[in-house]
Nanobody
Framework: QVHLVESGGGLVRPGGSLRLSCAASGFALNKYSIGWFRQAPEKEREGLSCISLSVGSTLYDDSVKGRFTISRDNANDTVYLQMNSLEPEDTAVYYC???????????????WGQGTQVTVSS
């Protein structure tokens, strides 16, 4: 079976940091481009970042440029999203997704995880 799993979410104060992880079962993440998305209550799902099959090739939405960093750990076949300077507006369920081609369009991805909750609150 193809299965993606996100982890690392939780509750942080404004200005704090979290690192999210994306892992897979049934296939190798290093054969796919991996995107990070989020969805807040009553809002549409938005694309945040994507890392391609080529090492060092990444995309970022303007809303997270300079604050979030996507990376791969090839030894552990894991993709990370380092999130710094978090604000309440970042509160959402965060998802990772896999597809051959890198984009910030959620409808273009074939495989998804179940999401991990990130809450930024004082």
């Amino acid at each position: 079976q193809v299965h993606l799993v996100e982890s690392g979410g939780g509750l942080v104060r404004p200005g704090g940091s979290l690192r999210l992880s994306c892992a897979a079962s049934g296939f190798a993440l290093n054969k796919y481009s991996i995107g990070w998305f989020r969805q807040a209550p009553e809002k549409e799902r938005e694309g945040l970042s994507c890392i391609s099959l080529s090492v060092g090739s990444t995309l970022y939405d303007d809303s997270v440029k300079g604050r979030f960093t996507i990376s791969r750990d090839n030894a552990n076949d894991t993709v990370y999203l380092q999130m710094n300077s978090l604000e309440p507006e970042d509160t959402a369920v965060y998802y990772c997704a896999a597809e051959k081609w890198c984009s910030l369009q959620h409808w273009g991805f074939s495989y998804w995880g179940q999401g991990t909750q990130v809450t930024v609150s004082s």
